[in-house]
């Protein structure tokens, strides 16, 4: 099956830093790939959609200058936590689809954990 | 009201029993359904997809869809332990996967 990998699975950074979390599809070619934020004990919130070859669309609330999204190839989708607070401490997961059609399952990514101290 | 409703439960089942966790969405045009599995700490994972009405079933996992009633479950036969899990409903919104909240599976032996 797609396979989608997350790195890395976890970090830990102080307040101010920023981090990089990547994503690869690495069996398929993904056009669009996906960030979700999860904290615990709710669910998957989207954060933005990310298009290869184009800016990324985010969703109401999200801040485009501090979540930074880079989806420069076909099989890779960054995603930068600028000035990281404590607050952005969450399971960041990213997932793609495997296929075009918009009812394609997507498949995620392993997550990455982010505490910021 | 929310997209996609979940009952967070838990639900608490005997090993062998049949659970049944429910979905609603709110969206009409919605056409793609989807349940996935997400064990503490972990992604979630794809268990089933349902696009028409009716029943899916794959080994023991059984897909109801009534776009009618606007409602989605999924039903686990012979439940183990090892599916005592957070199980997310997800409904394709335009190009966008929307999910519930999940409901929690406990399965006791």
């Known amino acids: 099956g797609a396979v989608v990998s997350q790195h890395p699975s976890r970090v830990i950074c102080k307040s101010g830093t920023s981090v990089k979390i990547e994503c690869r599809s690495l069996?398929?070619?993904?056009?669009?790939m996906f960030w979700y934020r999860q904290f615990p004990k709710k669910s998957l919130m989207l954060m933005a959609t990310?298009?290869?070859?184009?800016?990324?669309?985010?969703e109401q609330g999200v801040e485009k200058d501090k979540f930074l999204i880079n989806h420069a190839s076909l099989t890779l989708s960054t995603l930068t936590v600028t000035s990281a607070h404590p607050e952005d401490s969450s399971f960041y997961i990213c997932?793609?689809?495997?296929?075009?059609?918009?009812?394609?399952?997507?498949?995620f990514g392993n997550g990455t954990r982010l505490t910021v101290t | 009201q929310k997209e996609v409703e979940q009952n967070s439960g838990p639900l608490s089942v005997p090993e062998g029993a049949i659970a049944s966790l429910n979905c609603t969405y709110s969206?009409?045009?919605?056409?793609?359904f989807f349940w996935y599995r997400q064990y503490s700490g972990k992604s979630p994972e794809l268990i089933m997809s349902?696009?028409?009405?009716g029943d899916k079933e794959d080994g023991r996992f059984t897909a109801q869809l009534n776009k009618a009633s606007q409602y989605v479950s999924l039903l686990i036969r012979d439940s183990q332990p090892s599916d005592s899990a957070t199980y997310l409903c997800a409904v394709v919104n335009t190009d966008k996967l929307i999910f519930g909240t999940g409901t929690r599976l406990q399965v006791f032996p």
């Open positions: 997932s793609a689809r495997d296929g075009s059609a918009d009812n394609s399952p997507l498949h």
């Open positions: 069996d398929f070619q993904a056009t669009t």
């Open positions: 349902i696009y028409s009405n």
């Open positions: 990310s298009n290869e070859g184009s800016k990324a669309t985010y």
């Open positions: 969206d009409r045009v919605s056409q793609s």
